[in-house]
């Protein structure tokens, strides 16, 4: 495994929900990895530091790894749900193999036309059978899209309406499997 490999933390890895509340929990650093840091958008976070359920789904928790050798590593985690339920001294536990070899990226993926103003169209070569889940978010973290999408043909395409969203930048996401890419796109009128 190369030196300072980053490793995008999804909501299948670390999913904190209760039967109300499925996407408002916050997490609080506790301890803070030994053999790498966590990030939140490019940003390494401390003991204190906060993100959320939605900044997960998001890709924007990250593990970077700064070892070069087998290993293992973990951090814990105080749980708190917005109705201030929590679970305190949570361990995370992070393990080679999740920050694999593997290649996490959707291969040959185009996005056009890109600024946009009623619809764009989105493309990439197809590598598995996973349905592919579209998500469309504002800059302040707002889920604007959210769907699911059947996978069938070598090549995914799919044109994305955004007839009724304002201009603007917006972050699109989009994940089959493991493999996820996040773009921006523009929305002009």
Known sequence: MDK???????NDEIKGT???ELSNIKYTLITIPSKGSIRN???DLSVGDEFDQSQIRR????YKNSQTSSFSDEFKVDLTSAMKG????QTIHIKELTLTLE???LQGFRLWPNPTNNVFKIQ???????????GLYDLQGRQILNTFKES???IFTEEINIQNIASGIYLLTIQQGNKRITKKVMVSR
């Open 4 to 10: 300072n490999t980053t490793h995008i933390i999804t």
């Open 18 to 20: 209760t039967v109300s």
């Open 41 to 43: 958008q490019g940003v």
């Open 59 to 62: 890709g924007f928790i990250t």
């Open 86 to 89: 929590w679970l305190s001294n």
């Open 103 to 105: 290649d996490n990226s």
């Open 124 to 134: 990439f070569t197809n590598s598995d059978t996973n349905n592919v889940n579209i």
């Open 152 to 154: 069938k043909a070598n």
